[in-house]
Nanobody, 117 residues
């Protein structure tokens, strides 16, 4: 059973950058498609980015395309989300998730990102 733990959130100003990390436990991490999602106050959780297995293709929400980059280091069992040119509307709790049995069925506890204007 894989477990996920996010880190790297914080309070930044508009235009700044942050890199989120998601550390995974479990031997099969490298075989999972991994995703990042976020949930802003009063809103539903939304998709941000994913990196697929085995081909490593990436997909992004339109709102973050060109500013965010998802990557993974299988040797470190970690997936990253590099966030550049942050905007106040990027403020949310960010979650990483693993697709182990078809859907995103394993989630981390989330990390808060707050972007001030």
């Amino acid at each position: 059973q894989v477990r996920l733990a996010e880190s790297g959130g914080g309070l930044v100003q508009a235009g700044d950058s942050l890199r989120l990390s998601c550390a995974a436990s479990g031997r099969s991490f490298s075989t999972y498609t991994m995703g990042w999602f976020r949930q802003a106050p009063g809103k539903e959780r939304e998709f941000v980015a994913r990196i697929t297995w085995p081909d490593g293709n990436t997909d992004y929400a339109t709102s973050v395309k060109g500013r965010f980059t998802i990557s993974r280091d299988n040797a470190k069992n970690t997936v990253y989300l590099q966030m550049n040119s942050l905007k106040p509307e990027d403020t949310a709790v960010y979650y990483c998730a693993a697709r182990t049995t078809g859907g995103y069925d394993v989630w981390g506890q989330g990390t808060q990102v707050t972007v001030s204007s």
